[in-house]
């Protein structure tokens, strides 16, 4: 019979660590604790289980959760200092079992919360983080005194190894949603930053712009000429310009697009730089190979001019198609050739080159300006952000999010003081 109820305990045992191994943390700690607590105390037949913590002198141990079947509430809370041994006997062993409690050595410091709560037996185990006890699962027996078997204590040292992985999870997941938490309020504050230095640039330039219309206009009233009104006309123009790109950029516009030579559409796209640039040099080089020498020796020499002038050479393989809206393509193309320009206020050469590259076209943008720095570059598509101080960190915005909508992706590599390329993937044929 002896052999038979060993057996049956055994399967018991097991069938209790199948069920702990098949809890979750969902995020309420307290009701796993109150889980593990009910299993245990079935499986090992006691009165009460109980999840106990150090606080954070390890001097203070206090009960997260009771189990006793009652629904009774947690005891108060257990000084250390009254108990060294039993503090000592915990801390050395992966379980304290004693029979009885209230006379074993390292338990009987213990009689008074024994006593109140009639317990005569106590099976405990360590719980322990980072090689430190940082806690104990009580198991307490109430009746006659009771001798704890091997597979008991086993068991209980495995529902505290349990418990303890259970407690690094949740401080994991604590931690991990802290930092999330910082983070997010970090961005918040980028982008109220750059909100503010967006406005206030916007603001400048508009303010700008209209002294200059307000000014022509008191010109004309006393009868001033066809200068004063193309100025005012180039104002407003580039007035206009700076709030149909704060617009581009709080709207998703869906492409209007189709698949379409790219000739053309640069063609098209030279005109358009033309009107929006003061009058510049721009050379065209069409190939299938790599820049002419012409255009290499002049992008070599471009750091060592004092003239200011830019120079926007083309380098375009002929035969490729794109799917774009060539609107928007243009689009792109002009703010990324545009911040090159700006990117070199002693002069150079802008490369545009344009070559097919896995289903689609590659184009490049280079100068060889002044470069960016490595800590700007992982921020520099973020909207209002910029490094330039009369910028507004709109542009690039608009780049990034023009091109995904055409299902491209948009790079960019730079050297402080060797220039910077940008890079962009547009697909050829309607993105899958």
Known sequence: MATDSAVTQRAFLTGARLKLSRLQLDGDLDRLYRQVAEISAQ??????????????????????????GKGDGPPPPLLMSKHPEYLAAIRERRYVASTDARTQSNTKELLEYLETWHITSLLDAALYRNGQVVGIVCHEHVGEPREWKREECQFAATVADLLSYFLEVNDRLAAEAQSHALALKLKDAHRLDALGRMAAGVAHDLNNLLGVITTGLAVLQRGGGADVVHQMEESARHAAALVAQLMSLGRQKTPVAQRQPLEPLLADFERLLAAHTTPRTRERSRSSGTL?????????????????????????????QVWADAAQLQQVLL?????????????????????????????????????????????????FFTTRPEGHGIGLAVVQQVVAQHGGEVRVSSTVGDGTTFTVWWPSEVPA
């Open 292 to 320: 002419g020498e012409r255009s290499r020796s002049e992008a070599e020499d471009a750091p060592r001019r004092s003239d200011p002038e830019v120079r926007v050479v083309f380098d375009v393989e002929k035969g490729l």
């Open 335 to 383: 703010n990324l050739v545009t911040n090159a320009m700006q990117a070199m206020p002693k002069g150079g050469v802008v490369v545009v080159r344009a070559h097919g590259r896995k289903g689609g076209v590659s184009f490049e943008v280079i100068d060889t300006g002044e470069g960016i720095a490595a800590e700007d570059l992982e921020r520099l598509f973020d909207p």
């Open 43 to 68: 499986a090992l037949n006691v009165a009460r289980v109980g999840v106990w913590l150090f606080d954070g002198t390890g001097q203070g141990l206090h009960c997260k959760m009771l189990w006793d």
